[in-house]
């Protein structure tokens, strides 16, 4: 039997306040034959990640730093799936009986993203029966969280808050956008592998890199090395006057 899929309208109800604010009601049931409407629905159904921070649901709380609401500065998506991917660490440590400590889960989840091969850590997760190649698929992308932000939830920020100094919003439209070439990426090797083309194409690891590369002498580096160190060149990092 083929799974009937929600529509983006059934994974929250939109709600309206008398002050005019829109807010949205979880539905957490998920009815029968139907699965999720994206990858993170079925994670925090499958983590059971229902519990609440400090007086608002997982995802209220989410949306809550992304625009900057209540006392929150507005955050972008990349740290909030960061933040996120470490409660999927924490839920599978406090379901083993691992001590569940924040500075550990941080350092398991940068060795878990990172490039250097991590066979020490995977061994100990799996005497707790932690499989680390799982997390790793779970593991949501910038795109994926920025999707449920604006299609499954209906959420977007507000013109000021992307235009205020605080807004990290040029960071998470490059997450995004790389996360579409990788999805569409991901989905042509599927074809070529089902076509023969390609084989085993479809389980390729793929890798998008955004490099740029100063204007006057070509050096290159990665973009978000760039914006993290504020240059794309260090001997030409002054900014050049406009006629």
């Known amino acids: 039997m083929t799974p009937e899929f929600r529509s983006l ?4 109800k939109l709600n309206t306040t008398a ?9 957490r049931a998920l009815p029968a034959g139907m699965v999720a409407c994206c990858k993170v629905e079925r994670l925090i159904d499958e983590y059971d990640l229902k519990q609440t921070i400090g007086d608002q649901a997982l995802e209220q709380y989410l949306v809550a730093r992304w625009i900057g609401r209540d006392e929150y500065t507005a955050t972008g998506v990349r740290p909030l799936k960061d933040w996120f991917n470490q409660r999927l660490i924490k839920r599978a440590y406090t379901d083993s009986g691992r001590p569940v400590l924040d500075t550990p889960i941080a350092d398991a989840y940068r060795t878990l993203t990172g490039d250097e091969a991590a066979f020490e850590l995977e061994a100990d997760l799996e005497t707790d029966g932690i499989d680390a190649d799982q997390l790793r698929t779970d593991f949501i992308s ?8 604006t299609d499954c939830l209906d959420v977007s920020k507000s013109e000021a808050t992307e235009t205020s100094a605080e807004s990290d919003w040029e960071t998470d439209k490059i997450e995004y956008t790389k996360g579409v070439v990788e999805t569409n990426v991901r989905e042509s090797l599927r074809a070529l592998t089902n076509k023969g083309r390609l084989p085993r194409g479809a389980e390729a690891t793929i890798t998008t890199d955004i490099v740029v590369g100063c204007p006057d002498c070509g050096t290159q580096v990665g973009v978000e090395r760039a914006i993290d160190r504020g240059y794309i060149c260090a001997d030409h990092s002054d900014p050049v006057d406009s006629c």
């Open 19 to 27: 002050s005019g604010e829109r807010t949205f009601i979880r539905t």
């Open 9 to 12: 309208a059934q994974c929250s």
């Open 142 to 149: 910038t795109a994926t969280l920025y999707r449920h932000f």
